[in-house]
């Protein structure tokens, strides 16, 4: 045999395939050194452990495991050399599918394993012909349109390479789109998917090992998407499709999907192409900026409501103009560095003690150091943190006035603890006032009162009990505490 310009291939295979091979390529017109390198049954094999001379045609046999992956390598080790894979009739028409979504393997050729001797060895000489032209895609293109343009008929399979060469460039897209893409069948099944889109689904699912595209969707959504692919093999295109992926509000995670039907040359649907978004951090942005606005509104309405009974009170026909107007500045100003607090944590949860110890600063000024507070860090919610800071302000005020800080000894004593466990927590809070002049009840209920045994009570949904003891007054409050969501 005249082997000077024989196309060299190289089976990765068994021993058996290689021997069919040799068997009816012996009778094919042009020359071919047959070369085997015998897969390895774990699929190990190493692309220079099979490439001693750079072979014109690598043929992957059905017995190789992992081809995907050592075709890849292959094609970084050997650029020039054409890979065939020979895969069984059930297997090839998916497998087909899927190659222009491998990087680096879309102009890759197939072959049936049960296909006629004649049409195998056409296939391999096609091969390497387009081995020996593919020193520049130009002069590969050039060539096939050649032969196209005068009118002979192409082997389907250099048809097949053509389109292939051009869908490179759509895979590379693919493949390193941020997108999602899935190719899927129209039983639903998958054929084709990129890296995007294993990343998206892969923290609960395989998508290689996922039969149905349904099963990566929570079943909440399967019933839509399915409505959604009937629509899509009817022909209709589909964009802007917000779908959920996971039930529980941490990690949960949304997409935008748009499907578009596939059409053959028949002009019938074959396929569907679905490509996802990733909207998770928009779409919780979204939400996040809506409940700001629910909140806002809410703590408007509160705020009105508050100031309107501070001037209420302060400025009643019995009280002194100028006192009222002090007394109503004072209680805005312990409003307003709770509000200042809470502002600062964009109206998320806050540190009770943060909370306390703001108030008293802003109430009791140089004194506030007389005022030793003690418990947990706990974190409670907007509503409670104003009511809280509400009710050291007036409690503060009043130790101003007529307790232990009305002179130069006395101290107050701030304790809280929670109770319970998380589900049934309460907030055990409790002033006590020592050192200063006895006290006693009054003998009417001011405002300051009024807020901490009625309003206190209504905005904690707890109580609030004043006990004047002749050693000093005793607040302790009683309610219930929200749970702070994680």
Same mark, same amino acid.
């Given at each position: 045999m005249n082997t000077a310009h024989a196309a060299r291939v190289v089976l990765v295979g068994s021993r058996q395939e290689f021997e069919g091979l040799c068997a009816l390529l012996t009778s094919w017109t042009e020359p071919f050194e047959i070369d085997l390198h015998q897969a390895e049954e774990r699929g190990e094999d190493k692309p220079e452990r099979i490439i001693s001379a750079v072979p014109d045609v690598a043929v992957l046999g059905p017995s190789v495991a992992n081809r995907l992956r050592l075709a890849q390598e292959l094609r970084k080790t050997s650029p020039r050399s054409q890979i065939v894979f020979v895969l069984p009739s059930e297997q090839l028409e998916r497998f087909r599918a899927s190659l222009p979504f491998v990087p680096q393997l879309a102009s890759s050729w197939t072959a049936d394993a049960a296909a006629t001797p004649e049409s195998l060895a056409r296939l391999l000489s096609d091969a390497a012909r387009a081995s020996r032209e593919r020193t520049a895609t130009a002069l590969v293109l050039g060539r096939i349109n050649q032969r196209l343009a005068s009118g002979k008929t192409a082997p389907a399979q250099v048809r097949r390479s053509q389109m292939a060469l051009s869908e490179r460039y759509l895979a590379t897209v693919l493949t390193q789109s941020p997108d999602g893409f899935i190719a899927v069948g129209r039983d639903g099944h998958i054929i084709a998917y990129n890296d995007a889109a294993s990343h998206m689904f892969g923290a609960a699912h395989?998508?290689?090992? /996922?039969?149905?595209?349904?099963?990566?969707?929570?079943? /909440?959504?399967? %019933?839509?998407? !399915? !409505?959604?692919? %009937?629509? %899509? @093999?009817?022909?209709?295109?589909?964009?802007?499709?917000?779908?959920?992926?996971?039930?529980?509000?941490?990690?949960?995670?949304?997409? !935008?999907?748009?499907?578009?039907?596939?059409?053959?040359?028949?002009?019938?649907?074959?396929?569907?192409?679905?490509? %996802?978004?990733d909207i998770s951090e928009r779409k919780r942005a979204s939400i996040h900026q809506q409940l700001l606005i629910n909140e806002l509104n809410h703590r408007v309405k509160n705020t009105l409501a508050?100031?309107?009974?501070?001037?209420?009170?302060?400025?009643?026909?019995?009280?002194?103009?100028?006192?009222?107007?002090?007394?109503?500045?004072?209680?805005?100003?312990? @409003?307003?560095?709770?509000?200042?607090?809470?502002?600062?944590?964009?109206?998320?949860? /806050?540190?009770?003690?943060?909370? *306390?110890?703001?108030?008293?600063?802003?109430?009791?000024?140089?004194?506030?150091?007389?005022?030793?507070?003690?418990?947990?860090?706990?974190? *409670? *919610?907007?509503?409670?943190?104003?009511?809280?800071?509400?009710?050291?302000?007036?409690?503060? /005020?009043?130790?101003?006035?007529?307790?232990?800080?009305?002179?130069?000894?006395?101290?107050?004593?701030?304790q809280w603890s929670v109770d319970g466990d998380a589900d049934n927590a309460r907030l055990r809070l409790r002033w006590a006032e020592t050192g200063g002049p006895a006290t006693e009840p009054p003998a009417r209920r001011g405002f300051g009162t009024r807020m901490l045994e009625r309003g206190l009570a209504v905005e904690l949904r707890g109580s609030a009990h004043l006990d004047f003891r002749r050693t000093g007054l005793v607040c302790t409050i009683d309610a219930p505490l929200p749970r702070v969501k994680d």
């Open positions: 395989n998508v290689a090992h /996922t039969g149905s595209v349904l099963a990566l969707f929570p079943t /909440t959504e399967r %019933a839509t998407l !399915e !409505e959604l692919l %009937a629509r %899509a @093999l009817r022909g209709e295109t589909l964009a802007g499709v917000e779908m959920q992926l996971g039930a529980r509000e941490v990690g949960r995670s949304f997409l !935008e999907l748009s499907l578009a039907p596939v059409i053959d040359e028949t002009g019938e649907v074959a396929s569907i192409s679905i490509t %996802a978004r508050i100031v309107q009974g501070l001037a209420h009170q302060s400025f009643r026909g019995d009280v002194d103009p100028a006192r009222g107007r002090l007394a109503f500045e004072a209680r805005l100003a312990a @409003l307003a560095a709770a509000h200042n607090l809470l502002t600062g944590q964009n109206w998320e949860p /806050t540190s009770l003690g943060e909370i *306390v110890k703001s108030s008293v600063a802003a109430t009791a000024g140089a004194d506030a150091n007389r005022v030793r507070l003690q418990g947990p860090r706990i974190l *409670v *919610v907007p509503q409670t943190a104003v009511a809280v800071a509400m009710a050291v302000h007036e409690l503060g /005020t009043n130790a101003i006035k007529y307790g232990a800080l009305s002179n130069a000894a006395g101290v107050v004593e701030v």
